[in-house]
C-alpha cells in the first residue's frame, strides 16, 4: 500500500473523555457545564478547520533497518526493534490535520482566550491521534482485502520520539516516505510542521509479538505505561 490517504474530518473529531483526558481529567468526571461548553466549541472548530491527509509505504524489513538506525541515537534496546524483525509486513506513515487548526490556537492564545486555545491544543492533538489509528485501520483493511490478515494478526504502529526509538528517526522516515507532498515537513528539531501529525511504522504479523514487556532500561521513567493499554485493545 503506497500514496496519499485522504480522511474527512469527521472522521478524526475525538471523543469528549479523549479531549477532557489530555487536559488531565479522567473519563468519566462530571465537569461545570463551561467545561463542556469548551469542549464542545473546540470540536466544532476541529471540524470546520481540520484537513485530515496522509502518506504510507510499505517497506521490506531490510529496507526498514536503515530507517531504524537512523542517526545512532535509539536505546540499545527496544521494543519496535524486538517487534519488527518478527512482522509479516511493515509500512511508513505520516499523517496530519493540516496548518489551520494550529492556526486557530495561536489565534486564541494571541486573544488572551486561554481557556479555549488550551482546550482546542487538547482536542488536535487527540484528533491527531485517532488520525493515526485510521490510518493503521486503512492498513489492516487492505492487508485483509489481500489476503494478508488473519485471526491471529495484530496490526499496531510504533513512533519515533516514543519508547526508545529516538525522535532523529524522523530524519530517514521522512526521506523513505516524502510528506512534503501532505504539505508536512520536518524541522531541524526533527519535529513535524505542523505540529499535529503523528509519523511511524506499522507493524502487521502475529498479535504476539507486540506483547512487549514494560521492562525496557528506559520503562522507569514512563509515566503512562501505554504500551499495554495498546496491546489489551488489539487483543479485545
Ligand atoms: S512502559 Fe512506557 S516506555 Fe516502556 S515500552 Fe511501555 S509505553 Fe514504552
Not at 144 to 166: A, F, I, K, M
Request: aromatic letters at 8%; a negative charge; hydrophobic letters at 40%.
Amino acid at each position: 500500500m503506497t500514496g496519499i490517504l485522504q480522511f474527512m474530518p469527521a472522521e478524526v473529531l475525538p471523543s469528549r473523555d479523549a479531549v477532557l483526558e489530555n487536559q488531565g481529567i479522567a473519563p468519566g468526571t462530571v465537569v461545570t457545564k463551561e467545561i463542556d461548553a469548551l469542549c464542545r466549541t473546540a470540536i466544532d472548530v476541529l471540524e470546520a478547520t481540520a484537513v485530515p491527509v496522509g502518506v504510507m509505504e510499505e517497506i521490506s524489513e531490510d529496507d526498514f533497518r536503515g530507517i531504524y538506525d537512523g542517526e545512532g541515537r535509539n536505546e540499545p534496546r527496544t521494543p519496535v526493534a524486538d517487534v519488527y524483525m518478527q512482522a509479516d509486513h511493515l509500512a511508513l506513515f505520516a499523517v496530519t490535520l493540516g496548518k489551520q487548526p494550529e492556526a486557530e490556537i495561536a489565534k486564541r492564545f494571541q486573544s488572551n482566550d486561554f481557556a479555549l486555545a488550551s482546550m482546542l491544543d487538547a482536542a488536535a492533538s487527540a484528533a491527531a491521534d485517532r488520525l493515526a489509528g485510521l490510518a493503521e485501520h486503512r492498513y489492516e483493511r487492505n492487508l485483509r482485502e489481500r489476503g494478508c490478515v488473519t485471526e491471529t494478526t495484530g496490526v499496531l504502529r510504533y513512533s519515533p520520539g516514543y519508547c526508545g526509538w529516538d525522535i532523529s528517526g524522523q530524519k530517514r522516515l521522512f526521506a523513505f516516505v516524502h510528506p512534503d507532498r501532505i504539505g508536512l515537513i520536518l524541522r531541524d528539531s526533527f519535529l513535524m510542521e505542523p505540529l499535529k501529525s503523528v509519523s511511524g511504522l506499522i507493524i502487521a504479523g502475529l498479535r504476539n509479538i507486540h506483547d512487549r514487556p514494560d521492562t525496557y532500561p528506559f520503562c522507569d521513567r514512563c509515566e503512562t505505561h501505554g504500551c499495554r493499554k495498546r496491546f489489551r485493545a488489539l487483543t479485545k
